[in-house]
């Protein structure tokens, strides 16, 4: 049965106790369980299944849907080429000839100060000179420290030969050393021409008188001050690489719908593995960034749709097993969409199944919260990243079309019909979205027969789907209640057959019921179907209710008013077996069982009592449950009227609607549908339904004269056998 169905197996384990036994624990715990089964699709990052870099392709990947996506590796090596060839930027440096100078005139001066420290010209001479010659003299610690200082710049060799000169030479050296270095130092030296400019020093000192120990000394000296004066600017080497990088545009790759990726036994590329995840649905990259604001924006529609759903829906809102099958629906399709971007990334967007949740939403809860769900599902593919804006465009007017259609079924062969509409428009938005992407007529229409494809699954899966989610979740679609309405039901045609007049009975109040269920905005197909069932007990004893007994005797006469109690009373618990028995969705048996709810069996209650003795009100109640629905509040309500209108003589609308006051109040005052959740607006529309319905079957019926031709036929026929 349907009760058997999920929702009870957790009513078994669920905590009777704590806040997950309050609804809003139940499920605010139902959202964060959503929530986090919602995560784990969107967190995937791996390879399509069957991909590796560097090896064979095992299949040919096909693109489903044209793709524009930026090629980040070619961007990068044209930026790096880019870079590349940017030469460094050089910059004039205005202290390299005043460097030098100071520094040749701090040389000398150290020359000096050092010869100074060693004594007189000659005895340093002779100094220098018998350390340079390999004698034991030892060099001077002055000398020594200068050749120390310098060592750096000039070879020991150049340094003592400079030292060695007379005091004379040496002022000449130093005087013509700074001028022709500060001369070449005033041009443009790159590193590259280092040489040239000390080319240039050795012929100017040329053009000098100058000894031969003077010259070469100049020229080692100068050697050894001459710099480049044109160095690298790093700052504005920088910023000219960096305006390269910017006039680099993107390496964008545009792939066409139906184009080869890679094809079966192609060596795989990264490239090919990235535009794989793209189309296949799995994000480019593996940042946490981008998984963590998936799950945040999904997490979020699931908290605001529940929050929308409490606020402006209390009825889904209140029903745990709609709330639990509507986040099943979803869940189910972000898996899958997921398993098919892993398991064959090239099937068509349009080949999916997508108003699929929407239709079976439809079914199963109704349109409005589809419509929502459906958006949910749509945002859900656009974060799986399986479809492009045009696919999410057709996806969105193939569902809410798919809705409208589904919400119009009347009976279970409508549904061919539907999907075959489904088929059509899918093919349609199909079409219409891949030439909307850029490609050309014969791709489109591959499209568009892909878009009837998927149609085709829709419907199949529609069909296939219905009976078992409705046994999993215990819920009773509005195709099934159209269907308990025929009269070829066997429980209906036993009722007809067996007790004619409880039949007629049930037909009138389940029009009454469906009647007031349109006018309140309940489920009207639920209460005309438990209309139709709820006095099915009566077929086990049908001489024992008056609408049966036609003009026989009555068996109450010879019963005593308790046992005919208990008769009339036991057709709702038998009524309950039958149903029960037959299979009747669950929403149908508890209008069974509720359709009189705990009220007093009045009429041998009261024949009870005045015969005398003890009486007790609880021995001629109903054992049932009262009305948890509106619908079957509106069951009971519309059986006790139509019962009552039969009893009146002359039921004029005035009459009419005085009785049924008196029987709603008495049934608002006997606590009857306190649980029903009725107010007393949807009572007082009920009650002038069924008084303008009653008013118009049962009014006072006119006698009509018998026809004059009818007469003188008669009077001839009277008088021919008297002329005989």
Known sequence: MPSSGIISRLRRVWPKTGPLATPLGQRVALGVIVIILAAAPLAVRVVPLGLSEGEPAPRTFRAPRSVQYVDEAATAALQQAASDAVGPVYTFDQEAQSDARRGIVEFFAAVTSARASAGADATASADVGGAASGSETRTPDAVASLVNTYASRMDTATIMAVVQLPAASVETVARNTEGLVSSILSGRIQEGDLQAARDQLAQSAGLIPLTLAERLAVISVGNAFIEPTVVIDEAATERARAEALERVSPVVVYVQEGENIVEKGDIVTARDIELVRTLGGLEQGTDAASVIAGVVLMSALIAFTGAYWAAFHEALWDRMRDLILLASLLLGMMYITRLTSLL??????????????????????????????????????????????????????ASVAAIVLTSRLRQRSDMFRVGALVMLVLGLVSFGASLASGNDLVPSAISGVYGLAGGLVTAVLMVGLLPFLESVFGVTSDITLLELGSPSHPLLRRLMTEAPGTYSHSVMTANLAETAAEAIKANPLLARAGAYF????????????????????????????????RIITAHVREGVELAEEHGLPQEVVDIVREHHGTSVVAYFYDKASRKGGPVYEADYRYDGRRPRSREAALVMLADSAEAAVRTLDTPTPARIEALLRSIFRGKIEDHQLDDSLLTLQDIETALKVYTRMLASVYHPRIEYPEPREKKVEHAGQHREPQRA
Do not use: W
């Open 534 to 565: 709820h006095d099915i007990g009566k077929v086990r004893r049908p001489a024992f209710f008056v609408e049966n007994q036609a003009g026989g005797t009555n068996p109450h006469d010879a019963t005593s008013p308790s046992l005919s109690a």
């Open 344 to 397: 064959a990334p090239e099937v068509s967007p349009y080949l999916m199944p997508v108003p699929l949740v929407g239709i079976l939403a439809t079914l199963l809860v109704g349109p409005r919260p589809a419509v929502l769900l459906t958006a949910m599902s749509i945002v859900a593919a656009l974060l799986l990243g399986y479809a492009g804006s045009a696919q999410t465009v057709a996806a969105i007017v």
